[in-house]
């Protein structure tokens, strides 16, 4: 079988397996970074959704910047993110100040992602807006990756963030649409989620669409396959498969390992039903060493 299926035994994986361990986060440019972010009070999504792979990327000069602060007004069973109905207020220098760090990393390629903020009339949409401009002011060569929030369907709010040129606008549908109403916040919904991916191809058609799928949640093959269906309906270019990993004992737990193999098979499945990139790997975070991927896969749709 291409997977272990730790639930059809009656028991819940505990000790991971190998292919799944990664090495703990060093090395110099880790370190530099780590001081840079806390010195201008930046929230990264490596740190706070407690990242296997944040030294790999770290070091390799990959960031992913969490904007809007460290706390979600959803709360949903796989993040580690902490939440709250009422988080703090925006911080109206954030723009500058993360333009600012990406300038200083010499970053290639960045990821702004986000906490979920229901609290706000947009939910802070013409904040990415903001970042990305200041960020294409001060670090014009930096490919630029947003990864939202559904915000809440609203297909203007869509239309804010991709007015400001993103250069890949990601959004991720997380599982298949029977696990959703489980493992995401019940304002989540799946078919919303599809919604936004088809808002953002309407209404900028060059720029590149995402989405990340976790396995490992008791999804199954046939439901998988229907997902990809489903994006490719609505014309997404790049989807990410990924390992569940339980942040704490209140998480969700793992129902599978999800072998080394069954990744490459979502892969090839991938690539067969049109998507124009897919990283697929135990160790795969939608952010996972982004640029280099977004990079491979235009020079690979280009030849």
């Not at 296997?52 to 602060?69: D, R, Y």
Request: hydrophobic share 40%.
């Amino acid at each position: 079988m291409l997977r272990q299926r730790a639930k059809d035994r009656g028991e819940v994986p505990r000790r991971l397996p190998a292919w799944i361990r990664a090495p703990l986060p060093g090395g110099e440019r880790y370190a530099d970074i780590k001081t840079r972010l806390r010195d201008r009070d930046l929230h990264t999504v490596c740190e706070e959704a407690q990242c296997p792979n944040i030294g790999e990327c770290w070091n390799a000069g990959t960031a992913t910047l969490m904007l809007m602060g460290d706390t979600c007004t959803r709360t949903c069973r796989f993040c580690a993110v902490k939440s709250d109905r009422a988080p703090p207020p925006l911080d109206a220098d954030e723009p500058r100040k993360a333009a600012e760090q990406v300038a200083l990393m010499g970053l290639d390629y960045v990821v702004l992602t986000s906490v979920n903020r229901d609290d706000l009339p947009d939910g802070g949409a013409a904040h990415f807006a903001d970042v990305i401009r200041a960020i294409r002011v001060a670090s014009p060569h930096t490919l630029i990756e947003v990864l939202t929030p559904d915000f809440q369907g609203v297909a203007r709010d869509v239309a804010t963030v991709l007015d400001a040129a993103p250069d890949v606008f990601a959004h991720n549908v997380e599982t298949v649409e029977a696990l959703t109403p489980t493992l995401r916040d019940r304002r989540a919904h799946y078919r919303q989620s599809l919604a936004v991916l088809q808002a953002a191809r309407a209404h900028r058609p060059q720029t590149v669409t995402k989405t990340s799928i976790m396995l490992g949640i008791g999804e199954t093959q046939a439901q998988v396959e229907q997902t990809l269906a489903d994006l490719r309906a609505v014309d997404c270019d790049a989807v990410t498969f990924g390992q569940y990993l339980r942040p704490s004992p209140w998480h969700q737990e793992v129902l599978e390992f999800i072998a080394p193999e069954a990744f490459a098979h979502w892969q090839q499945r991938a690539a067969e039903l049109g998507f124009r990139y897919c990283a697929s790997g135990p160790l795969v975070r939608s952010s996972y060493r982004a640029g280099e991927f977004y990079l491979r896969g235009l020079v690979n749709a280009k030849s």
